[in-house]
């Protein structure tokens, strides 16, 4: 681990870079859907999530949302360019209109804290788990360390976004393979889009399955009376 914690301490400044990605569809319009083997998405823009502006803010304005630090964790190598790439993400999400709350390890760790204590607060923490998946992730003792931790978390909940970059089907991990994942190589602003959409499509799925419930409930007590 001694190799891993240098270069923790040297990767702390980073700058965004490239733009624009292309995916394939997911018909239940869930990136991280658990129905086929690993495919990259496509068209999921034309189908996901189909929410007005009003449902969005009161998604993002519910409070089933701020029960959780965060909206997003990211999780990424210690690998320059890997750093970089999860940066320009964040950036991304958490731009306006938006906002997105994300965990960004180099930015967002307690100094002292021990980093596995860390890693999983911030996991637990947060509605959804984005893997930036490339050739340095799969080699990174940690990384593999918070993908099983994030599996363990609930592997069929949609609450895992595998984002792919200059990698071979060969190296993609086994156990994300009946996950759907967005594949950046090929550009990256509209797949960081369709991350935003995929935390509506949660949040809006999460906010109405309350809703549900809150109903069920009250149409039990009203029975009873």
Known sequence: ???????LLKSRATTPHEQESNVRQNSETSVSSAL????????????SPGATPSRQQFALGSELRWKRKYDV???????????????????????SPHSLRCFLWQRDTCPGGAISTEYCEAVQNSHLRALLITPSFVQDGWCNYMMHQALAEGPMSRRMI?????????QYPKELKFYYYI??????DRGYMLVIKAVISYLE???KSEMQLNCSMGSSSGGLD
């Not at 086929?36 to 189908?47: A, E, R």
């Not at 964790?73 to 731009?95: G, Q």
């Open 1 to 7: 681990m001694q190799g891993w914690f240098q270069k």
């Open 205 to 207: 799925d999460l906010v």
């Open 73 to 95: 964790f990211v999780c990424h190598s210690t690998a320059h360019p890997d750093i970089e790439e999860a940066t320009h993400l964040v950036s991304f999400l958490e731009a």
């Open 162 to 170: 595998p984002l792919v970059k200059n990698l071979s089907m060969s």
């Open 183 to 188: 594949d950046l190589s090929r550009g990256t």
């Open 36 to 47: 086929t083997p690993s495919m990259p998405t496509s068209s999921l823009q034309n189908s």
